[in-house]
């Protein structure tokens, strides 16, 4: 089969490696129909996250599967399925409160399983995916009827971004009437604009100075768009709202300076949600917090539990969180899709085996 390897910061290839086979009872195995660059792969790419050895890399596809493990039992051969970015199984307290991805079992693509097993990139033609049987959402659609619908780019968001963006607008306590500021306009960001409209903000403000990824936020659902950013950017925000501030933001990047933004951005007793992967060393401001009645919550989102509640939507067409992929490439030439994200070519690269 055909995965992604990184072996260095700008170094990804597309390497021929064993097709993977059931290694245990809980594994399925899946042939890939899509998956993705995440922007958090970027994190490794740019050296940022050094990489100390040679390894798959991608968490993020939907898939048939093709075969399972004698104790798989909610999903079946020639099931079309999203499989989460965390794995988890589903039985742990964790898992039981709804935060699967704080699992005690909790593996993901690329890294190991719990008997220590190597687990499979998700940016491959073919995947082991262990903890089958809690992680795969079965979608109870075919292959052919999603493919000609249009559907599967939207199904893949649901295994980080759209989920990811609706975790974060959860964790703000976004509801009807409130006005929502979003802190980065990476697909992460323009899902948390799709999430807060879906519950219910009357305004979402987007910060970008992108034209193209601020006509894409207008058109999800941002009713303004900010180009300053950090403190120039509250100041704009604070303007635009006529010398208020958001209810809540999102904070979707992950940096000391995006989180400073988001938090400046919100009222007295506002709220943040942070799903941004945490880099440069951030640490939140106590006094601050304390001094505003701030509230911050987020994390990694739990995003099998997400991707079951948003499932409906994405089915019906009410979301189209899959418009954040602009561009399409085979697995081939991932290391040009790593090089259009990169280079801010692209907002996010769709690959197809």
């Not at 917090?289 to 948003?310: C, Q, S």
Request: proline share 5%.
């Amino acid at each position: 089969m055909l995965t992604t390897v990184i072996h260095d910061a700008r170094d990804v290839r597309a390497e021929e490696r064993p097709d993977p086979v059931l290694l245990t009872e809980h594994d399925a195995v899946l042939r890939v129909v899509a998956s993705c660059v995440c922007g958090s792969d970027l994190w490794p790419y740019r050296g940022v996250t050094p990489t100390k050895r040679a390894h798959p890399i991608g968490h993020e596809l939907v898939g048939v599967v093709e075969e399972v493990g004698s104790a798989v039992t909610s999903v079946a051969p020639g099931d079309f399925v999203v499989a989460p970015f965390t794995l988890s199984c589903g039985e742990c307290q964790s898992c039981r409160a709804g935060f699967t991805s704080a699992c005690d079992l909790v593996t993901g693509f690329g890294s190991t399983d719990r008997d220590g097993h190597p687990v499979d990139g998700a940016q491959s033609s073919r995947v082991r995916v262990p903890l089958a049987q809690h992680s795969l959402l079965p979608v109870g659609r075919d292959e052919a009827d999603l493919e000609a619908a249009g559907l599967v780019p939207h199904l893949l968001t649901l295994a980080d971004v759209m989920s990811t963006g609706h975790h974060a607008a959860v964790s703000a306590s976004v509801g009807p009437g409130d006005t929502v500021a979003v802190v980065g306009d990476g697909a992460v960001g323009l899902c948390g604009v799709i999430a807060a409209r879906r519950l219910g903000a009357d305004r979402v403000v987007a910060f970008s100075r992108h034209p193209d990824r601020s006509a894409l936020a207008r058109e999800l659902g941002a009713t303004d768009v900010v180009a300053e950013r950090g403190d120039d950017g509250v100041a704009a925000l604070r303007e635009l709202l006529g010398g208020d501030l958001a209810d809540a933001a999102l904070e979707c990047v992950g940096t000391e300076e995006s989180m400073a933004q988001a938090l400046g951005s919100v009222r007295g007793g506002g709220r943040v949600g942070f799903v941004g992967v945490p880099h440069g060393g951030s640490q939140l401001p106590i006094r601050q917090l304390f001094g505003r009645n701030i509230t911050v919550g987020g994390g990694m989102a739990p995003a099998r539990d997400h991707m079951a509640e948003l499932l409906d939507d994405v089915l019906s067409g009410t979301i189209e969180p899959g418009r954040v992929f602009d561009v399409e490439m085979p697995l081939a030439d991932v290391a040009e899709a790593y090089a259009a994200m990169d280079e801010r070519r692209a907002t996010k690269v769709l690959l197809r085996p």
